[in-house]
């Protein structure tokens, strides 16, 4: 079983609509999670950190849910900006002193006109 | 502030030959890490530098990659002699502290032909 999981996608929404994207992980060590966002042939840009309590920013809103070991990604209002690959990343905790992020295939997103 | 930078941005060469990446990562940044993207997989790690220490290595694949961060500033990746296998695009990430937030560099993309 891979350490991150995420549904490749694509998931094709029209402009406007709400999309999730789950992200589960195996290592209940992990101790930081992210969202990041991948542009065709560009690096992963940060798209927001995930705390225990939840984050939300303008139309993007972050979950963590340690019980079942996932976090969320919830796009409301999706503009065709927003197409891209969003990865799930996260942190191994201090398992051995390292703290090296691990990251998910990605989840494609298209946002259709 | 300059981000984390890489170079070269593309690097086209034989199977054999040596080739060496460089990261800069953002100024004050201890942790230094390397990523590599193979078309179609996930961004795996390769190694995690705190200052000029190696902390974690265990995504190296073999003992053709070298990593080097002398002085704890920027770090180089060598790969001698390059198989057709290490295709791929090879990021470079810089966080503040661990479990903070890590900051890619463009990527250098890599053809071994």
């Known amino acids: 079983r891979k350490e991150v999981e995420q549904d490749p996608g694509p998931f094709n929404v029209p402009e406007g609509a709400t999309v999730a994207f789950n992200c589960t992980y195996s290592?209940?060590?992990?101790?930081?999670f992210f969202w990041y966002r991948q542009d065709c042939r560009k690096e992963p840009k940060l798209l927001m950190s995930?705390?225990?309590s939840g984050n939300e920013d303008g139309r993007f809103t972050a979950q963590l849910n340690r019980a079942s070991q996932y976090i969320s990604l919830l796009i409301r209002d999706s503009k065709l900006s927003d197409s891209a690959t969003y990865l799930c990343a996260m942190s191994d905790g201090r398992t051995s002193g390292t703290y090296k992020y691990i990251f998910g295939t990605g989840t494609r997103l298209k946002v259709l006109a | 502030e300059a981000g984390v930078t890489q170079f070269p941005s593309h690097s086209v060469i034989e199977k054999g030959q040596t080739v060496t990446l460089r990261c800069d990562p953002i100024s004050g940044h201890d942790n230094l890490y390397w990523y590599r993207r193979v078309m179609g997989k996930e961004i795996k790690f390769l190694l995690h530098?705190?200052?000029?220490?190696?902390?974690?290595e265990s995504g190296m694949p073999n003992n053709r990659f070298l990593a080097e961060r002398t002085g704890g500033t920027y770090s180089t990746l060598k790969v001698q002699p390059a198989e057709l296998e290490d295709s791929g695009v090879y990021f470079c990430?810089?966080?503040?502290?661990?479990?903070?937030?890590?900051?890619f560099g463009q990527g250098t993309r890599l053809t071994v032909v």
């Open positions: 990430a810089s966080s503040q502290e661990w479990g903070t937030e890590a900051f």
């Open positions: 530098f705190v200052k000029e220490s190696k902390q974690d």
């Open positions: 995930v705390y225990s």
């Open positions: 290592n209940s060590a992990s101790q930081s």
